[in-house]
């Protein structure tokens, strides 16, 4: 895993960079036609067909398939036992919130879905050593990464996933909608390009209004990667990293106190445009959705 520390005066935490998602522009919609589906009786394909394909018409490759990778790009393909429990995980905690949460979003989640989920059992390593954590291509194949380490009770393990799926949707979202109205205006400087790899912190993210380093790229990203945290992070994690105000009389350093609950200011601007902006759209309420998703996660397991 990759680790950023997060330094803010009076305390000092690991955090795990929850996820690094490589894509095209964004911005732009690329047209995309699935490759053709290979029918199959092994009981992993005919449960993908009954209960994914069939229904939302998303394709799930398992099998290995090195085409998925780039020629610099190695990986381990998914143990065959673990793509039934993964693909009924998708279900419960990614579609199913859609669909019992109100019709609108039920349509939603229909008409968004990606055309292919690629399962990969580890993480995808570069040939010049960097680590991939969640990889998405044009809103139209997903692949989650690291499903060999299949563990229910590893709360961050599941948020890697399900923040994949969300943060994907994002930007299918503003591909067919644009972001909403003033997003662009509010942090226009904190953007800092391919700038994000240089070792921008957590706390440097918060300072310039994104909830990571990897939201400091673009607009794009910034809305994506909100989004997707907003959704699937722990709530009470969520508001009292980037939302509430800290108390800067805690902090041995007050003036950085203060430009990190600046930054948490910009995030909380944002994220209402975001509300409003979902609600105006598409008729969805993201507090709702964000209970549902969190109430399921909690309850899955069990």
Partial sequence: MIYRNFDIGFFSIGIVIAILIT?????EVVDYKAPDIKLSNHPNDVYIRENILNKYGTAIRWEWDQRFLNKDQSADPIKEDLVIPVTKLI?????????VLSEDSKLFIQEYMPKELVY?????FESDGEIIFGYAENGARVS???LNAFDLDDRIWLENQLITMHHEFSHIVHQKMGLPNGYNNISPLGYVGEGWRNGVSLS???KRGMVSAYGTRNQFEDFAQLTSHFLVQDTVYFNSTYIKD???EDFSDPNLCLELNKGKELISRKLELIRKFYLEEFSINIDELRDTIQSRMSAYKN
């Fill in 23 to 27: 894509a095209c522009n964004k911005s």
């Fill in 91 to 99: 279900e419960e905690l990614w579609i199913k919130p859609f669909l």
């Fill in 120 to 124: 990969i059992g580890s993480y995808i």
């Fill in 144 to 146: 989650l990464i690291n």
């Fill in 204 to 206: 440097d993210a918060i």
């Fill in 246 to 248: 800290w108390n800067c």
